[in-house]
């Protein structure tokens, strides 16, 4: 099968059992490999589905240009989507990111603006919304998707990320733990799979230094993608029942036992994801089932503590 643009092949990632990790007494641990994902990321399948309802509904045209705020991933994700068809794209990110992320988005052909990260990620991300909305403002051309808004970054998940895990699965699920960036991904796999298991116990994961919806300070972490510093107006509070507060080097010690343990190479917000999936796993005993996503890819984390040898 040929596909008519790399557009196409988005999405489809595998669903993986982990095997060393777990404990026998313990529930089993599924995980969504989305680091293999067109993209490296689970971000592409938003970047997309942003884009083409936005053209659905008229609201870009050719020479729109895209300028989004992201901690990354989505600015990845839009630089591709913006590469194929054919929109000059801008993405404007904290400086406190990875150093891949920056030169993956200008390889896609897109421009970076950066924005400084003077210790609190949430107040950079806010600088970074304002500064695309300023952009919006002065420049007719200008359209932003705005992530952290956009109801089609639910969608994205709704109808893709969970059709694909409840049909990988096929069976019951028990238990699902995500990290919140935009909340897009947790809200939308969360009401799939809460429909159809009322029952289901949704985990959020929050870094420790920015657990915001547990009311803790916000300052700046590792665990990037995750715990922007603010409460994303698209995502659904009342979806999860527990906060598991997972550290960074919890989340990096558990990310680099996904890849010496299970083969698993990915990224830092997916030793959090896996870190209280373990924990969740724990609660809910044997002969149940836990899903939780790995969001992207090791690849662009080597500048990171998480390539740091012990
Ligand atoms: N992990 C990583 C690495 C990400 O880039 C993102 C996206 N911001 C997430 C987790 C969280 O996803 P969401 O925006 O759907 O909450």
């Keep these: 099968m040929i596909y008519h643009t790399v557009l196409e092949a988005v999405g489809h990632t595998p669903m993986i059992r982990l095997q060393r990790m777990t404990h026998e007494e313990d529930a089993q641990v599924f995980v969504k490999l989305e680091g293999v994902n067109i993209g490296g990321s689970i971000k592409t399948r ?3 589905m942003m884009i083409e309802q936005a053209q659905k509904q008229g609201k870009i045209h050719k020479d729109t240009i895209l300028v989004e705020p992201t901690s990354g991933n989505q600015g990845v994700g839009l630089a591709l989507v913006g590469a194929v068809k054919g929109y000059k794209t801008i993405i404007i990110m904290p400086d406190s990111v ?5 030169k993956i988005v200008k390889q896609y052909g897109a421009e970076v603006i950066l924005v400084h990260d003077a210790g609190n990620i949430g107040d950079c991300i806010q600088a970074c919304v304002a500064k695309a ?9 200008v359209f932003v998707p705005q992530q952290f808004e956009n109801e089609n970054n639910i969608k994205a998940h709704k109808e893709y990320t969970a059709q694909e895990i409840v049909e990988q699965v096929n069976g019951p699920i028990d238990g699902f733990c995500s990290g919140i960036g935009t909340g897009g991904t947790i809200t939308g796999v969360g009401q799939v799979l809460k429909a159809k298991n009322p029952k289901i116990e949704i985990w959020a994961v929050e870094p420790e230094k920015a657990a915001i919806l547990s009311g803790r300070p916000v300052g700046t972490h590792l665990q990037m993608g995750i715990g922007d510093g603010l409460i ?6 009342d979806i999860y029942s527990q906060i598991c507060i997972i550290s960074d080097e919890e989340a990096i010690y558990t990310a680099k036992q996904l890849a010496c343990q299970e083969g698993l190479l990915c990224g830092i917000s997916s030793g959090s994801n896996v870190a209280a999936a373990l924990k969740l796993a724990k609660k809910l005993g044997k002969g149940k089932t836990v899903v939780t996503i790995l969001p992207d890819t090791a690849e662009r984390y080597y500048s990171t503590p998480l390539f740091d040898s012990d």
């Design 98 to 102: 990875s150093e891949e992320r920056r």
């Design 46 to 48: 938003t970047a997309l």
């Design 133 to 141: 909305k300023q952009m919006a403002k002065e420049d007719t051309r």
């Design 232 to 237: 994303p107006p698209i995502l659904d509070q």
